[in-house]
T-cell receptor
Framework: AQRVTQPEKLLSVFKGAPVELKCNYS??????LFWYVQYSRQRLQLLLR??SRESIKGFTADLNKGETSFHLKKPFAQEEDSAMYYC??????????FGTGTRLTVIP | GAVVSQHPSWVICKSGTSVKIECRSL??????MFWYRQFPKQSLMLMAT?????????EQGVEKDKFLINHASLTLSTLTVTSAHPEDSSFYIC???????????FGSGTRLTVV
């Protein structure tokens, strides 16, 4: 069965500091992984997906199949990055399974 | 773009009554929509996959007779919580996938409170 684990429920960093949100997954098939973000009082929205290998708002995430990880990173955190971040795994059935989320707070 | 509208945003109902939640794709057609449920401080849990013109596919442990899903058109899926009880109180979110590079788009969610 598939599983997505985000070990940190809360993460606080100072503005300008690097940030890494951890995500590990378990899936027998070929994974397709995403990061979603939910800003305060807004809906969930796609931040990035591993297959596009893009950088959005300064965030990047590399799929490490050996470690079954898909950690989200940003070299210099900004206050506007404060939000809830969800790692998600898409299975072959096109279903999305979410981790429990990490609330990131960037301290001014 | 790819916009999904969910209605209502919040609803309070009496125990034993039924509540319908609508999910609409506003600017694209969605043959498949997804319904999620989120308990406080927990993750989004996939409840079911709604397929246009056919029966929904429910995840293990989700009562299909309690959570009725209808996907009668390419732009509308509804979730009806039948004979609601306080333990059904939760945050329900729908999503749809437009295709191409759009990925999944989410509705704004519905907060259901059963009293």
């Amino acid at each position: 069965a598939q599983r997505v684990t985000q070990p940190e429920k809360l993460l606080s960093v100072f503005k300008g500091a690097p940030v890494e949100l951890k995500c590990n997954y378990s899936y027998s098939g070929s994974p397709e992984l995403f990061w979603y973000v939910q800003y305060s009082r807004q809906r969930l929205q796609l931040l990035l997906r591993h297959i596009s290998r893009e950088s959005i708002k300064g965030f990047t995430a590399d799929l490490n199949k050996g470690e079954t990880s898909f950690h989200l990173k940003k070299p210099f955190a900004q206050e506007e990055d404060s939000a809830m971040y969800y790692c998600a795994l898409q299975t072959g059935a096109n279903n999305l399974f979410f981790g429990t989320g990490t609330r990131l707070t960037v301290i001014p | 773009g790819a916009v999904v509208s969910q209605h209502p945003s919040w609803v309070i109902c009496k125990s034993g009554t039924s509540v319908k939640i609508e999910c609409r794709s506003l600017d694209f057609q969605a043959t498949t929509m997804f319904w999620y449920r989120q308990f406080p401080k927990q993750s989004l849990m996939l409840m079911a996959t709604s397929n246009e013109g056919s029966k929904a596919t429910y995840e293990q442990g989700v009562e299909k007779d309690k959570f009725l899903i209808n996907h009668a058109s390419l732009t509308l899926s509804t979730l009806t919580v039948t004979s609601a009880h306080p333990e059904d109180s939760s945050f329900y979110i729908c999503s749809a996938k437009k295709g191409g590079n759009y990925g999944y788009t989410f509705g704004s969610g519905t907060r259901l409170t059963v009293v």
